[in-house]
């Protein structure tokens, strides 16, 4: 028998999330982004749920080339453009669109030998200082990609720091959305603005040609706490899943695990969970982490080790060795944990707990 944990994938969900991205920007075309394997939930199983976005969009070439081996044939956009010259042959013989960001991109593209045009977004940095042209040199930079031969369409993107919240006391995209409506006004090209953040909170400022929605069709929140899963109607499309491998009945005094971080207050019955963070669940999940036994929901305890967490049985009398125990996404019995709540506690977001699911656990369809 392997360890019994699992991470399971909800197709459904999936689709679920991407219609919901639909609703809100309904006049938009709608990139289901797919990095980092599709934020940890394998691309060839995301594909299955996200098969109806009008486009996917990546920064690795090896998983757009996983895409088109899945007889993707529609866009596929590069979101950081290419790392070296000989990446953008891949570009022709895979019809990829791609970021352009920096000069260097350009110079790269104009001593590229091709028969194919490429289509490209002209990336505005507008305030997130990460990657793209400052607004002095985003005329400039768009006019050079327009007078070269290799380049076929030119659509214009930016990227926004603060769309799931307040900056400085205001909406968190006023700033950008101004520099890019300055930057790119009067300019011929497809807009592409949004994340989920701005999806969920903004539509109607930033659906723009398409939005970018990540995070929101894995179904986790991007503005967590201050909305929920339920709030935006999203579905999780991961199940992380373990069982109990044993029962500790413990005495007021005792205490449980590394550093002996948790001490019983009265007596408690702990069930041991098969699941640590060599398979992702997140170290810093202090007690009272929720997790869900037999789909009723309880609590870490104590420290989180390599192979094994700690859970309060002591409230569920029915539960104990062998129990189903979900650590986050979809429950027995219609229960459901968001995985919102479990990053939360651990001092990170959704995002990441999706992305780092360890290669040890075993990933299937639900
Ligand atoms: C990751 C990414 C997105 C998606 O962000 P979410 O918050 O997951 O929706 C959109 N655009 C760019 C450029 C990205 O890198």
Avoid at 4 to 13: D, F, G, M, S, W
Avoid at 14 to 35: D, S, T
Avoid at 66 to 86: M, N, Q, S, Y
Avoid at 252 to 269: L, N
């Amino acid at each position: 028998m392997p360890r019994p944990i699992e991470a399971l994938i909800h197709t459904q969900a999936l689709a679920h999330n991407l219609a919901r991205a639909r609703a809100q920007a309904p006049n938009a075309r709608v990139w289901a982004v797919v990095k980092a394997n599709a934020y940890g939930h394998g691309i060839e199983r995301a594909f299955e749920g996200l098969r109806g976005a009008d486009g996917f969009a990546l920064l690795d070439l090896a998983e757009a080339e996983r895409l088109r081996a899945l007889d993707w044939r529609g866009p596929i956009l590069l979101l950081e453009g290419v790392f070296e010259p000989r990446d953008l042959e891949l570009c022709s013989r895979l019809k990829l669109w791609h970021a352009v960001h920096c000069e260097q991109q350009i110079d790269w593209l104009a001593m590229h030998k091709t028969h194919e045009p490429h289509r490209v977004f002209l990336k505005l940095n507008s305030g997130m200082n990460r990657l793209g042209f400052p607004p002095a040199a985003f005329r400039a930079a768009y006019a050079r990609l327009d007078a070269l031969p290799q380049v076929d369409e030119i659509g214009l993107m930016t990227h926004f720091s603060d769309a799931d919240a307040q900056r400085q006391g205001v909406d968190g995209i006023a700033h950008q959305l101004a520099a890019f409506e300055a930057a790119a006004d009067g300019l011929a090209g497809e807009r592409t603005i949004a994340n989920s953040a701005a999806t969920l909170r903004h539509p109607t400022r930033t659906a723009a040609d398409w939005v970018r929605a990540g995070i929101m069709v894995y179904g986790g929140v991007p503005d967590f706490p201050e909305h929920d899963a339920a709030h935006w109607d999203l579905q999780p499309a991961m199940t992380l899943r373990s069982k109990v491998i044993a029962v500790q009945q413990l005495n007021p005094g005792d205490t449980i695990g590394y550093g002996s971080a948790y001490t019983c207050e009265r007596a408690t019955r702990v069930g041991i969970v098969a699941c640590g963070y060599a398979d992702g669940y997140p170290r810093h999940a202090p007690t009272g982490t929720p997790v869900l036994v037999d789909g009723a929901r309880s609590r870490t305890l104590g420290r989180v080790s390599m192979d094994m967490l700690a859970v309060d049985l002591s409230e569920l009398p029915a539960s104990g060795f062998g129990s189903e125990v979900t650590l986050w996404g979809e429950g027995p019995h219609g229960s459901r944990l968001p995985i919102d709540e479990v990053a939360q506690p651990a001092g990170t977001i959704g995002y990441e707990l999706m992305c780092a699911v360890a290669p040890r656990v075993p990933i299937r369809n639900a």
